[in-house]
């Protein structure tokens, strides 16, 4: 929201498109789409939650999501919310697990934090004490299924330290959920269709039929059905169940669901799923809670086993790294002390070799004398020879200077003849 508030401010002033790298703001995303509709999920989403890959089974996945949608519904009636928003918090709570796994996140900061959001989004705001009364007071009622509280002692939450940092880890939370939903909460309830299809069939006077379809819808939630398809086609589905559940017949040679654009498979297949709930073994908060704890136990083990054979591995490499570096420094000092070897032995065959030629042509011992003398001769001869080239350059640059004089000199005495006043006369 920073972002595009500012980036508006400069569009204003400036009158051009401004991007992030303008604010030194890093792109997150490629783009933003708001719409009114209800976001479809992909099947490779739907299919692989992101708890599955830390070690998560798909049914406990399933049944860790039932007991939060179970646990927003009961809170929101604690805290007297309209039923939108209960079914608001439900949805967000499927939104934010699709895009996050269960272990890298407290399961009950995350429902107070969905239904703190949602009545702020369906304009029924709770104060955010009020909500961690509402759930400190369920964690009591559970303690006391369990027998470890009595029902006199359920008392209020204390306005401690633990209050502070619980306050502040639902904040916390809240902001996570509209980062990872980038910021896209808004969510398009199927239950006022439900009264339109009825009242399209002709079958409004039958209530009972309205409030079974009403009470499919709302045990729905619990599903991810409304990320895999349209509230429309959930809503003809809600019908269909509930004319199926009282015997009332529905046109079905031509299936009426046709005329709101939902097709006979996946009528079906949210049938199926809104039937499977109720075969769904229900999963108590404190064994959700206990079986999070053991998988996160599970998860750091397998990250510290993890760590330690790339620490293992690491350290060997750099123990291969630094045995390769001696192994190279070896190699070049046996390489120099080589060289020097071989160069010494060059020398000592050129020495051999011109005391073997000195003593082929006598001069050696005996005749070093008249190889040194000899050798005298030759300097003094070609230190002669280069006083003697040094003389004639000399003499020939005299030369050629006095000519160049002897010219000049000329040139002025005919100048000079010819400007004086004797030749001016004679002319």
């Known amino acids: 929201l920073a972002m595009s508030k500012q980036s508006a401010v400069a569009y204003d002033y400036t009158d051009k498109e401004v991007s992030a790298a303008y604010f030194n703001l890093p792109r997150l995303y490629s783009g933003v789409s708001i719409t009114l509709e209800n976001p479809i999920l992909p099947a490779e989403i739907l299919n692989n939650p992101p708890s599955l890959a830390d070690g998560m089974d798909y049914e406990t996945e ?9 646990l927003i519904q009961r809170a929101s009636i604690l805290l007297r919310l309209p039923q939108v928003a209960a079914a608001t918090g439900q949805i967000i709570f499927h939104r934010f697990f699709y895009a996050r796994s269960f272990l890298r996140c407290t399961f009950d900061y995350v429902c107070m934090a969905c239904i703190y959001l949602a009545s702020k989004i369906e304009e029924s705001p709770r104060r955010i004490r009020d909500v961690i009364n ?56 199927p239950h006022k269709l439900i009264y339109v299809f009825l009242k399209a069939l002709n079958t409004l006077d039958n209530l009972s039929v309205l409030q079974k379809a009403w009470n499919f819808m709302n045990d729905s939630l619990r599903s991810d059905v409304f990320l895999r398809y349209a509230p429309e086609t959930i809503a003809c589905a809600c019908v269909y169940m509930a004319a199926r559940a009282y015997s009332i017949p529905m046109p079905l040679d031509k299936p009426w669901w046709r005329l709101f654009n939902a097709s006979d498979r996946e009528i079906y297949d949210i049938c199926f799923r809104i039937l499977g709930l109720y075969r769904q073994k229900y999963m ?18 397998k990250l510290a086993a993890a760590n330690a054979v790339e620490a293992t591995v690491v350290d060997e490499l750099k123990k291969q790294k630094v045995d390769q570096e001696a192994g190279v420094a070896a190699f070049e000092s046996k390489k120099t002390v080589k060289a020097t070897t071989s160069r010494r032995r060059r020398i000592t065959e050129e020495e051999e070799k011109h005391s073997s030629y000195s003593r082929r042509n006598g001069h050696g011992e005996k005749g070093g004398g008249k190889s040194k003398s ?50 001016f006369t004679g002319c």
């Open 62 to 70: 399933r049944a860790i999501r039932f007991c939060g949608c179970d």
């Open 134 to 189: 509402v759930f400190h007071q369920l964690k009591q009622r559970r303690m006391i299924k369990q027998g470890l509280l009595s029902e006199n002692k359920i008392l209020p939450c204390a306005l401690d330290h633990r209050y502070v940092y619980l306050k502040n880890e639902v904040i916390k939370a809240e902001r996570r959920i509209l980062k990872e939903l980038g910021f896209c909460v808004h969510v398009k309830h």
């Open 284 to 301: 108590d908060w404190a064994e959700a809670e206990e079986i999070l704890d053991r998988l996160r136990q599970l998860r750091e083990k």
């Open 374 to 423: 000899r050798r005298v001769h030759r300097r003094s001869r070609s230190r002669h020879s280069r006083s003697r080239s040094r003389s004639r350059s000399r003499s020939r640059h005299r030369r050629r200077h006095r000519s160049r004089h002897r010219r000049h000199r000329h040139w002025d005495a005919g100048f000079r003849e010819k400007l004086s006043p004797r030749f």
